[in-house]
Nanobody, 118 residues
Framework: QVQLVESGGGLVQPGESLTLSCVWS????????MSWYRQIPGREREWVAIISGVTAGANTLYTDSVKGRFTISRDDARNTVYLQMKNLKPEDTARYYCRTLHGATYVWGQGTQVTVSS
């Protein structure tokens, strides 16, 4: 069974940093594309960042609002994808989820809450 488990969220002040982790299990392929999304209650889930598989060069893309502040990376030896977040802003407050495509099914984690407030 494929599972994703996020961690690392918390309460921080504007300008501070956090690094989220997402550990996967149930598959060992280094080809899975991994993504981070975020969601505010009452709003649609928003794509944040994506990283291709190691065999595809681990290329990355970001939504415009986080470019230059967030970095997605992966460590396939640890079955983990990271989202390093710097210079956090109140508008980054959301629940953050990781996602992968396994076969024909999207798999989501349970999310981790990030709150940016002074």
């Amino acid at each position: 069974q494929v599972q994703l488990v996020e961690s690392g969220g918390g309460l921080v002040q504007p300008g501070e940093s956090l690094t989220l982790s997402c550990v996967w299990s149930g598959f060992t392929s280094g080809t899975n594309v991994m993504s981070w999304y975020r969601q505010i209650p009452g709003r649609e889930r928003e794509w944040v960042a994506i990283i291709s598989g190691v065999t595809a060069g681990a290329n990355t893309l970001y939504t415009d609002s986080v470019k230059g502040r967030f970095t997605i990376s992966r460590d396939d030896a640890r079955n983990t994808v990271y989202l390093q977040m710097k210079n956090l802003k109140p508008e980054d407050t959301a629940r953050y989820y990781c996602r992968t495509l396994h076969g024909a099914t999207y798999v989501w984690g349970q999310g981790t809450q990030v709150t940016v407030s002074s």
